[in-house]
């Protein structure tokens, strides 16, 4: 039988505080959303090239395969605020995930929470995120559960359900054409999980990397105009590595609906603690888009030691922190490459 959530006690007082007759104004209700996803996801992997680092194992020995089909239930609800000058609210994410067909012999795709001794995958597996938030003005303060979409850390929503992490976020756009923004992440929830763990990285050749639970960051975007847009960021896992931003975006158009897009990116990241992250990458990429219809040419280089660091299982920032890929390699320690990319949106993103 499927197992349900319970809401952990830590969450209690927040969602009493939050609910409390004296704070359940109209605004907080009315501008309160509720959305149900749901997922049927298949995923079949080759391993016949065994003894891969990502290789799942059964009893001790390497599979020539990994196959799940499962089956998720995604619950988002956000709150408005409540009225004030300081207002309040709360958001919460349930996620639940089924097995509809796996085996502990092939089991090991990331859909599935799986015994890392058996390789048996679980029948069923859940996780309850809440987050509470606070606004004054244009500043929104946010401490819990966060689904980050920035460049220095995308969560991952590549299997069945969707990564998290815990911690606090301040974000404020009290500034014509400037967003500001920081905050520390403590721990993560991985995709196939239910519990909270520290914060790892993966960088291609580097050693010395360990858990850690302070994920530092802070960035700025400001609009010169319609058509130009800079981006800087700074983050730091504590004790594994450090990583400085730049991104510039400029848009021109051509008439109708018709628009050039040039955007250029640097990544700078090095070593903190005892590992060994060595990594500049440069990248620049142009899109033509018409009648929602895109073409892109891409050019990256990486040099330096090792390979871009990025959070795992997160999405490494260069090819995830745009609507079109910038990233053909984000493993690879040094180097150029080029791409192409051709994209057609089916339908608005309204």
């Not at 009225?83 to 092939?106: N, Q």
Request: charged content about 20%; aromatic content about 8%; proline content about 6%.
């Amino acid at each position: 039988m499927p197992h349900f959530m319970t809401l952990p006690s830590r969450h209690l007082p927040l969602l009493a505080a939050l609910l409390s007759p004296g704070l359940a104004t109209a605004a907080f209700v009315d501008d309160s959303h509720l959305r149900l996803e749901l997922r049927n996801f298949y995923m079949n992997r080759d391993f016949r090239d065994a003894g891969q680092p990502d290789t799942p194992r059964h009893d001790g020995k390497s599979q020539n395969k990994a196959e799940d089909w499962t089956q998720g239930l995604l619950l988002r609800a956000q709150s408005g605020f409540t009225e004030g000058t300081v207002g309040f609210g709360v958001d919460a994410l349930g996620l639940v995930g089924i097995k509809l067909d796996s085996g502990s012999g092939t089991s090991g795709t990331g859909a599935l929470r799986r015994d890392p001794l058996s390789g048996s995958p679980a029948d069923e597996f859940s996780f309850l995120g809440m987050t509470g938030k606070a606004r004054i003005g244009k500043t929104v303060l946010t401490v819990g559960d966060h689904e980050p979409a920035l460049p220095v850390v995308v969560r991952n929503d590549t299997r069945l359900l969707p990564q998290t992490y815990q911690g606090a976020q301040l974000q404020s756009n009290d500034i014509d054409d400037l967003t500001l923004i920081g905050g520390q992440f403590r721990q993560m929830h991985q995709r196939d999980s239910s519990n909270y763990e520290d914060i790892v990285m993966s960088a291609d050749g580097s050693t010395g990397g360990k858990p850690s639970d302070r994920f530092n960051y802070a960035g700025a975007v400001y609009n010169f105009n319609p058509r130009l847009t800079g981006t800087l960021y700074r983050a730091e896992l504590k004790d594994n590595y450090q990583q400085n931003i730049a991104d510039l975006v400029y848009t021109l158009p051509l008439g109708g609906d018709r628009k050039l897009k040039t955007d250029l990116r640097l990544f700078d990241s090095d070593s903190r603690g005892r590992t060994t992250v060595d990594n500049r990458l440069r990248a620049a990429m142009v899109t033509y888009s018409s009648a929602g219809h895109s073409l892109g040419l891409a050019y990256q280089r990486q040099s330096g030691d090792t390979g871009l660091p990025f959070l795992l299982v997160a999405d490494p920032g260069p090819s995830t922190t745009a609507p079109t890929n910038l990233s053909c390699a984000p493993t690879k320690t040094a180097g150029s490459c080029a791409m192409t990319t051709i994209s057609r949106q089916w339908a608005s993103p309204a």
